[in-house]
């Protein structure tokens, strides 16, 4: 009696253990929207009286995709069935909607506050109105009412007060676009978390469940555009066959407020439509284009325009006719903007027969066009002057062209920082970035406010993110990458958000609310990048990657088809020392800046050390900041950044036990790998540039294993992305 009494309470508690389980595995394909049952007690109290009965009031596809949003998270983590219903609640309760699609809405005064926040933005309040007490999402546009949901979601997931809530927010930069890398093969330019997700074989007649997921993880962070296809583009994407599977992916975005955009191949005039030429000014070739835009529209009648790469790595452009960039991209303008598109023309452009330092190519040629681009053309600039190394000083062309709309460009993808399996989270770099000064028009022009347009009143403002997403389960290869997505995001919303602010925001809705994982994830994350850019490129060192995989190092890279492709243009090593002189005494790049930052970054007394390699070529010896030598402090910065990769290592494995397993499994085993090519990034490079310093490594520190013969020999095979 006894032992099956005691059987009966062992199967109850087994029982009531699973149910507290998730019941699928947790293998990140759920990103950030995970919408689990929350844990925290009196919060689900004040939740379910906040919210109440929920009323949606309006049909359409967006609001649509509201209610089954509200519906599966509230659900999922309130922790009963929540139905949505569209009849205003005499209770109470949360209403959703606009003053057209919601008569409660209209009714409730918000108009001078709904007239301040544009057509994107949302109001979240609490409100009374006749008695009864409300929790409001109102906007202008049906747009608006989906952002404003996902920030009502994220609130719940954060597990933040419902109380007295007052939120007014509305995006700072209008276009919030990730380009996809993406070729038709389905390979990725520089992807590294599996195939392309375009599955442009069953396209148009399948839809995957995949894209609406990818549509509603970036409506949760704001994003509305992708270009679906790579920079170094093909031109079959503009053909009939193709533009009707890209009608399909636009119609699926749609909903979700996202525009679809296209690269434009500029040669496309001679492949696709048997012209002679592509010369922009030639009648034929603008007739051709216009009645593609035209054709192009009759699919997508809301399409968003092209993305250009042009006379940049061997890609076509006007410059084989001997036009302007203003030339191509005005002549694409010009067609599109009749129909509400855009060009978004790439500024990285530079050419191995000049004979100038690549860093000051896209300013030379970009600068004087400044006041000559129609007005739907932006210029998409990357953010530092080469290619999106661990760090770069930002883009001369920031403050150098106010009359034309500049786009940042970000790179998500971690081409040149550890690829799929590293560790670094990337916020604080684009930070870097938005927060640097200009000084264009004095003090406080930072590269943010050029960037949305606010420093020269531009009505259209953009940012560009390079995705990391591929067809792996969890879209990013490591689940840190997910983090990466997610800030470029909140950062385009906003760019004066905190790197810690976004960490703290997506690891509670990726992890876990519980302090004890909170803290120690946030740490780790927010040293991450900083880790990366010491075991590779220190104290302003760049481009030192291996040739053509961009995995590992290659300090040594020398005698290519192009000087600007080899590292040792870059790092100018030699027996007095190291670093690219860019001051008068060198190829005086710096003059491409503003006085005010010239002064800064001209003296290497006050140059920063982490971009000091960057603008002077400083010798072995000479004193820095630590009291060390130049070529000591190189040897401390390389192995601090193994250390730091070691110092994230355990807090990781502190967390055993924490975090679920098939994640926490992932990311030690992936911290491993880190750990492997942060020694292999510090030994190849401590010893190749031993080779001219002729120092030894301070006895204190971790000496190389292999030697750098067997370093240079090193070279991995069919790295993806290449
Ligand atoms: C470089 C990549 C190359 C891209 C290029 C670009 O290695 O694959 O095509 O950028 O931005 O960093 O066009």
Known sequence: MNLSKNLFRFA????????????????????????????????????????????VQGTSPTLTVVKDELEMGLSGLLGSKVTVSDQAS??????????????????????????????????????KHKGNAYTVIAA?????????????????????????????????????????????????????????????????????????????????????????????????????????????????FRPYGIKVYLTARFSSPIEIGKLKTADPLDPAVRAWWKSKVDEIYTYIPDFGGFTVKANSEGQPGPQNYKRSHADGANMLAEVLAPKGGIVMWRAFVYDNNVPDDRHKQAYTEFKPLDGTFQGNVL????????????????????GAMPKTPLMMEFQITQEYLGQGTHLAYLAPMFKETLAADTYAKGKGSTAGKIVDGSLDNHPISGMA??????????????????????????????????????????????????????????????????????YMTPMGLHHLMGWSHHYGPGPWIKDKPRADWTSVYYHRADEKGIGFDRTKTGSNALSQYAPEVQAMWGNPATCPEEVLLWFHHVAWDAKTKSGRTLWDELCYRYSGGVDSVRAMQKTWNSLAGQVDKERYEQVKQYLDIQEKDARWWRDACLLYFQTFSKRPIPQELEKPQGTLEEYMKIEPKFAPGI
């Open 140 to 252: 202008n546009s049906e747009k608006g009412v989906l952002y404003g949901t996902f920030h009502l979601l994220r609130l719940l997931q954060t597990q933040q007060s419902l109380e007295a809530l007052n939120v007014t927010s509305s995006p700072k930069t209008k276009l919030r676009i990730l380009n996809h890398w993406d070729n038709l093969d389905r390979t990725v330019e520089r992807g590294y978390a599996g195939f392309s997700i375009w599955d442009w074989h069953k396209l148009p007649d399948y839809i995957d469940q995949r894209y609406l997921d990818y549509a509603r993880a970036n409506a949760s962070i704001g994003i509305n555009g992708t270009v679906l296809t790579n920079v170094n583009a093909n031109s079959l994407v503009l053909t009939p066959e193709y533009l009707a599977k890209v009608k399909a992916l636009a119609d699926a």
């Open 379 to 398: 210029v998409q600039v990357k953010n530092g002057a080469i290619d999106f190394q661990p760090r770069e000083p930002f883009h001369p062309l920031f």
């Open 90 to 127: 005499k209770k109470g309760g949360l209403v959703v909607g606009t003053p057209t699609t919601s008569p409660l809405i209209k009714d409730l005064g918000l108009d001078q506050r709904l007239k301040d926040i544009g057509q994107e933005g949302f109001l979240l309040l609490s409100q």
């Open 465 to 534: 993110g390079v995705s990391n997403i591929g067809n792996d389960r969890n879209w990013t290869s490591h689940p840190f990458g997910q983090a990466n997505w997610y800030a470029f995001g909140r950062l385009a919303w906003d760019h004066e958000l905190t790197s810690e602010g976004i960490a703290e925001e997506w690891i509670k809705m990726t992890f876990s609310n519980a302090p004890s994982q909170v803290a120690p994830i946030k740490q780790m994350m927010m040293g991450s990048r900083e880790a990366v850019v010491n």
């Open 12 to 55: 109850l508690l087994v029982v009531l253990f699973l149910s507290q389980l998730p019941s699928h595995a947790e293998d990140g394909y759920r990103l950030w929207q995970r919408y689990d049952l929350l844990q925290n007690k009196d919060l689900l109290k004040q939740y379910r009286k906040s919210l109440g009965e929920v009323v």
